[in-house]
């Protein structure tokens, strides 16, 4: 069964420091998708993205978060400065073309440690 | 979306049929009822999707009454391994093409030996 993939599984990084968190959706999905989870709370939405461009995006998703698609197989979603809060969990999801559905699949998830 | 109320959490015994029940009193025409489920550690995993009166896969059961005011997950015989974070979402399929989902709290199934 086809799944998306996220790599690394855990980052630790300090503080101020970028962080590049890295997605292989599955290969026919169009829409992508980050939500984060900080420990003990729900699921958040942070953006999501087709056809090369951001689709929504959060009030989480500020001026340090970015997206991109670099090849015809990553998707990978940056925090440029990072801050103590921004650690949790970041999912990757995707979902069908035209799916008229709340299916998506995601990730296993990449564990951020902003310390 | 319309607003969600589930328990915050259940127990089970294994081998026991566990009922989720959602209230959504103020589900649109349009909206669509889905439910996730949540491993610890894991990333959430789409379930099961109805609109109205009863929905089977592999999985679960959904069942939707006629005025769609709530709705019930049913997981057969539960074993130790459905020990999870359900959750119950209901919104608009819009044609958009994608659909932001949007979590709540879900109910911590734990699942008893």
């Known amino acids: 069964e086809p799944e998306v993939t996220q790599t690394p599984s855990h980052q630790v990084t300090q503080m101020g420091q970028e962080v590049i968190l890295r997605c292989v959706p599955i290969s026919n999905h169009l829409y992508f998708y980050w939500y984060r989870q900080i420990l003990g709370q729900k699921v958040e939405f942070l953006v999501s993205?087709?056809?090369?461009?951001?689709?929504?995006k959060s009030e989480i998703f500020d001026d340090q978060f970015s997206v991109e698609r670099p090849d015809g197989s990553n998707f990978t979603l940056k925090i440029r400065s990072t801050k103590l809060e921004d650690s949790a969990m970041y999912f990757c999801?995707?979902?069908?073309?035209?799916?008229?559905?709340?299916?998506?699949?995601f990730g296993p998830g990449t564990r951020l440690t902003v310390t | 979306l319309a607003k969600t109320t589930q328990p915050i959490s259940m127990d089970s015994y294994e081998g026991q049929e566990v009922n989720i029940t959602c209230s959504h009193n103020n589900i649109a025409t349009n909206d669509y009822i889905t439910w996730y489920q949540q491993f610890p550690s894991q990333g959430p995993r789409f379930i099961i999707q109805?609109?109205?009166t009863k929905v089977t896969n592999e999985v679960a059961s959904l069942f939707i009454p006629a005025d769609r005011k709530s709705s019930t997950l049913s997981l057969p015989r539960v074993s130790l391994s459905d020990t999870a974070v359900y959750y119950c979402?209901?919104?608009?399929?819009?044609?958009?093409?994608?659909?932001?989902?949007?979590f709540g709290i879900g109910t911590k199934l734990q699942v008893i030996p």
């Open positions: 109805g609109y109205k």
């Open positions: 993205f087709y056809n090369n461009e951001i689709s929504e």
């Open positions: 979402l209901v919104g608009d399929l819009h044609s958009g093409g994608y659909q932001k989902v949007t």
């Open positions: 999801a995707s979902s069908e073309a035209l799916a008229v559905s709340y299916e998506q699949y």
